[in-house]
Each structure stands twice: as C-alpha cells, then as structure tokens.
C-alpha cells in the first residue's frame, strides 16, 4: 500500500469513529441516547455515588430550558435507581468521568407520569435533550473529604474579603469575630436580654452583597407585608451566619452582620446570589418571647420563610 493510500484509509477510519460516536443508541428501557467523547478507562459511576457534572437541557424545538453553565457551577446529585424506564439516571450510569454524552428523556414519561400539566415550552409525545459531561465521580466518603477541604479553603478566602471590607470602610475596630467568622458591627446598642437557644425572635431585616445592592428586605418583601420575620433561633430554621448574630445581639439592638459564604449559601448560592458570596445584613432584634410547645399537626406561629432558608 503506497503512503497516499495508507493515508486515505487512516482518514476513512476515523470519519467512521466520529459517525459511531454521535449515532444515536437506544437502551433495552426505551433511553435514547449517544456519546460525543467517551473514556471507556475511566471510573464509572454506581448507585450512591456523587456526581458532578454540567448539563444543557431543551426542549424539542432546540428552545434552551436550563444551563449548569449559565448558573457559573455545575450540578451535583448522588446517582439514584431511575424512577422511570428510560430515565436521566440510567443514561448518567451509562458513563464514565469525563465523557460527554446526550441523552432523550421522553417528556411523556418525565411530566405524564406525574399527572401535572404540561408547560407550554414541552409537548407531549416529546423528547427533551441533555447534554452531560460527566466532570466527577465520588462515593460519599471521598465526597465528605473533598467538600471538607473546599469549606476551609473558601473560609480563608472569605475571612480576608471581609477583612479587606472592613478595613476599607473604617470598620476594622467596631467589628467583633465569633468564633465561626461571623462579623458583628452594633449599629445601636441596647442592653435588653439576649436570645437563647428555642427562644423566637422577631427581626427586621435587609440583606445586601458587599458592593451594597440590597437583594431582600422583610420591609419590602410582600411575604413580610413590611413587618418583622419571626423563627425559632438556634434549631437550625435560618442560615448559620444569621443563627450565630442574632444570637449575640440584645433586644432593641441593630446591627450589620458581615457573614462568610461558608455560613450562608455556600458554594450553591441561592436565587440570585452568586456562589461563594459573603453577605451583608443590617439586623433589629424587636424582641424575644418564648416559643410554644409544638402541638401536634404543626408548631402555632411557624416562622415567615427567611432569606436563611
């Protein structure tokens, strides 16, 4: 075979490896689905692990639904049995860490099932296409480790963009540090009774990122109609930030707490708020009562939602 011709069926051989590639498959539960890139070496993932990966959906009108790219992170669930023949989980099995893939959901199957109507932007009898790259694979041990590091490491970061702040604002001396790495800077100071743990407290709130834009207020927001929030404080009802402040402000106090991502909304963010932001909020503690018994079929006076929730 001359050089010409070798390079010729070289050429041939890899167009026929993109074509099988990219061909659509089909699983014996109905998944349709095909491989842009495949790592056969890799790990695969089983049931119980955590994946992480990036995902594009549309519907099938190639109309875009959702982007793990457009949120700045990507999407992390613990791999599940499929709820449904032909479901998402089944074709996340089907890779490996670092293979991109798309699968077909039938719609029918993923919305049909659930006897709630249709969007407008999904037809029935429709597929809706995700597009996955598997980034990586972990069982829960080797996540706890990971995610572990990922907290102290963010917690530095933090600590210095609040120092920073403070230090930029003439407020390095008002600042008080609890143990955690929440700020504390007493607005107006009272000397009336600090909340104890079960106790309810009622606040007025205004969160803010550190550039100052306000994101949530219990003064604005129409789920508050303007007046003070109530929760329990110290059983976990509200973001750990909040629940470490309030705890060491004195009723009729305000104050701003300064409260690391990693007591907040952490890495995930939460509608609107950027992943890994450290928070601002301007707090009034307008007082503290006793938090009843919980009766059965619920606790009377359940707390407002929060910006901690």
Known sequence: MSIKHFGGAVLLVAILASCGKDRVKVTTNGLKYSFQQENASARKPKVGDVLTYHVTVRNSKDSLLGSSHQQGQPAKQILQVPAFKGAIEEGLALMHKGDSATFYISADSLIGRSGQPYP????????????????????????????????????????????????????????????????????????????????????????????????????????????????????????????????????????????????????????????NAVLLFDIELVNITKTPAQQPGGMPGQPQPQPGR
């Open 120 to 275: 407008k932007f999904i037809a029935k009898g429709s597929d809706l296409t995700y597009g996955v790259r598997l980034v990586d694979v972990m069982n829960e041990g080797e996540y706890q480790k990971a995610e572990a590091k990922s907290r102290e490491g963010q917690k530095s970061t933090d600590d210095k963009i609040i120092t920073d702040y403070l230090a930029k604002n003439g407020l390095t001396a008002k600042a008080q540090k609890s143990a955690s790495g929440v700020y504390v800077i007493v607005t107006k100071a009272s000397a009336g009774a600090m909340p104890q743990k079960g106790e309810t407290v009622e606040v007025q709130y205004t969160g803010k990122t550190l550039d100052g834009k306000v994101f949530d207020s219990s003064k604005t927001n129409p789920q508050s109609g303007g007046k003070p929030v109530s929760f329990p404080v110290g059983v976990g009802m509200v973001i750990p930030g909040w629940e470490e402040g309030v705890m060491k402000m004195h009723k009729g106090e305000a104050a701003t707490l300064v409260i690391p991502s990693t007591l907040a909304y952490g890495a995930q963010g939460n509608q609107g708020i950027k992943p």
